[in-house]
């Protein structure tokens, strides 16, 4: 039998983005099967982490089908930080299926990894000076157009669970704290 590569691609993902797909299908034409992690699985509701893990999976996934991705090449696994850097790889291990490959602009990410033995790449950046996460939530925040910069998919479930509204609630919080 064939030995199957997979390849782990992590990110926050607050919201999916182009970005992310366009690395999804790049990666793709390296391993047979992605491994998608989605970071700081367990953070919601703030500025810089408005989605739930369930909200971006429903943006992900929908995303990856609306592009014809073979659902059969990877895998959507929330991952949850935790603040112990030394066994943070052993984490995602522990709840990914085996992969070999890491895909990671992240520094630290790449530390972790190397120092576990795995091979890691630094992806390519596509249209980084506004394909970030960072640039789509200031957009939604200040009624810039974010929408171009997303797919079909986040635009949906944004609106379904009245996300923009919760980013500018966040915001207005953050503000009345200070
Ligand atoms: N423009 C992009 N092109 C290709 N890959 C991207 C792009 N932006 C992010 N990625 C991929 O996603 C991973 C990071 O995911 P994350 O969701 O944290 O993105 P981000 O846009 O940098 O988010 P934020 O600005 O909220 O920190 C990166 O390691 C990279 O592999
Ligand atoms: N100790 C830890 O929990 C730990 C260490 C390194 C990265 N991470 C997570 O991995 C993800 C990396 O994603 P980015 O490349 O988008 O920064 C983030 O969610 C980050 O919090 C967690």
Redesign the pocket.
Known sequence: MKKVTRGLL????QPVHNGHIQIIEKTLNYVDEVVI?????Q?SHELKDPFTAGERIMMLTQALDDYDIDPKRYYIIP???????A??VA?VKMLTPPFSKVY???P??KR?FKEEGYETYQPELFDREVLS?TEIRYRILNDGDWKSLVPKATIEVIDEIDGVNRIKELSRKEISEK
């Open positions: 992590l990110g926050r993902m992690g989605i970071g700081s699985a953070l991952i949850e930080d935790i603040n112990r850097n066994l943070w984490q990671s602009g992240n630290l990410v972790l996460g």
